[in-house]
C-alpha cells in the first residue's frame, strides 16, 4: 500500500512539474478529489472515471476562470491524457483520494500550495520589468529569469512570444510602415460581382480605389502548444509561423 501510494504521490508531482504556469491538469485533480471529499451526494466514485471525467472539467475551469481569467482550451483528447496509465489513473487517483479525505483536503493544499508557488515565482520574473529602466534593461537577463527556474521553465515560449510580438509591433510603428491596397482597374467587373466581398473584407469599392493603412502585427488568440511555435499575423492578411527556438 505504501508504495502503490508514493507511486501515486510521484505521478502527481510528475502532472505539477509538466505543466505549464496554468496548472489546468493538477487543478482539475484537486476539484476532482475535493467533490469526492465533500459532495457525497454527487456519488463519486474515485475508482470509476466516467463518473467524475466530463463534470471535472466545469469544476476546473470554474475555478480556473476565477483565479485566471480563463479556461482550458486544449481539445478533449488532450484534456482526458489526464487520466491515461502515464499520468494519473482512476487507480492512482483512489488513492490520493483516501489520503486526502483521511487528512482533511491534504492533497488540494498541495496542489494550490505548488500553484502559488509557481505564481510567485512568475511574479518575481516580472518585477524585474518593474524594476529596470529602458537603459538597463537587458532581454538576456530577463529570459534567464524563465531560463533557470524549472517552475517557469515550461512557459518559456510564452515569453518568446510576447518579446517577439513586442518587438515586431513596435519595430513597425516606430518606422511608420504603410500598407496600399488597391486592386487592378482593369478588373473593375470582378470586383463589383463580388462587391460584398470587396466592401466588407477589403473595404474597396467601385469609388474606393487604393487604401493606406497603418502596419500592425497581431497575435493569434489560441494556438497548439504542443508544437512550441508562434502564430503572428499582421493587418496584410499574410499568416506566418515563427519557431520560439529563435
Known amino acids: 500500500m505504501h508504495n502503490d ?5 510521484n505521478a502527481l508531482d510528475s502532472i505539477i512539474k509538466k505543466s505549464r504556469i496554468h496548472l489546468y491538469k493538477p487543478i482539475q485533480i484537486a ?25 471535472s472539467k466545469q469544476w476546473r475551469d470554474l475555478i480556473c476562470f476565477q483565479f485566471l481569467g480563463r479556461i482550458s482550451t486544449s481539445s ?16 492512482l487517483l483512489s488513492l490520493l483520494g483516501i489520503e486526502n479525505k483521511k487528512y482533511n ?13 509557481k505564481h510567485l515565482q512568475l511574479n518575481n520574473a516580472l518585477n524585474y520589468c518593474l ?7 537587458k532581454l538576456e537577463e530577463f529570459l534567464n529569469q524563465f531560463w533557470s527556474q524549472a517552475g517557469l521553465k515550461r512557459s518559456l515560449d510564452k515569453i518568446f512570444e510576447i518579446v517577439v510580438y513586442s518587438l515586431f509591433e513596435v519595430l513597425t510603428t516606430s518606422i511608420q510602415v504603410k500598407i496600399d ?11 463589383n460581382e463580388f462587391s460584398e ?14 487604401k493606406t493603412l497603418n502596419a500592425h502585427f497581431h497575435r493569434v488568440g489560441v494556438t497548439n502548444a504542443a508544437d512550441r511555435g508562434l502564430d503572428m499575423y499582421a493587418n496584410s492578411v499574410q499568416l506566418f509561423r515563427l519557431s520560439t527556438y529563435l
Not at 501510494?5 to 504521490?9: I, N, R, T
Not at 478533449?76 to 487507480?91: G, H, I, T, V, Y
Not at 466581398?197 to 487604393?210: D, G, M
Open 76 to 91: 478533449a483528447k488532450f484534456q482526458d491524457n489526464l487520466f491515461e496509465e502515464n499520468a494519473m489513473p482512476s487507480r
Open 181 to 191: 491596397i488597391y486592386y487592378d482597374l482593369d478588373k473593375i467587373a470582378i470586383l
Open 197 to 210: 466581398f470587396s466592401n466588407k473584407v477589403l473595404n474597396l469599392s467601385a469609388s474606393i480605389k487604393r
Open 131 to 137: 524594476t529596470t529602466t529602458k537603459n538597463d534593461f
Open 5 to 9: 501510494l508514493e507511486e501515486a504521490k
Open 31 to 55: 476539484e476532482i478529489l475535493y467533490y469526492a471529499r465533500t459532495q457525497p451526494n454527487l456519488d463519486i466514485d474515485l475508482s470509476k472515471l466516467e463518473t467524475y471525467r466530463n463534470r
Open 105 to 117: 483536503g491534504i492533497v488540494e493544499a498541495y496542489i494550490y500550495q505548488a500553484f502559488e508557488d
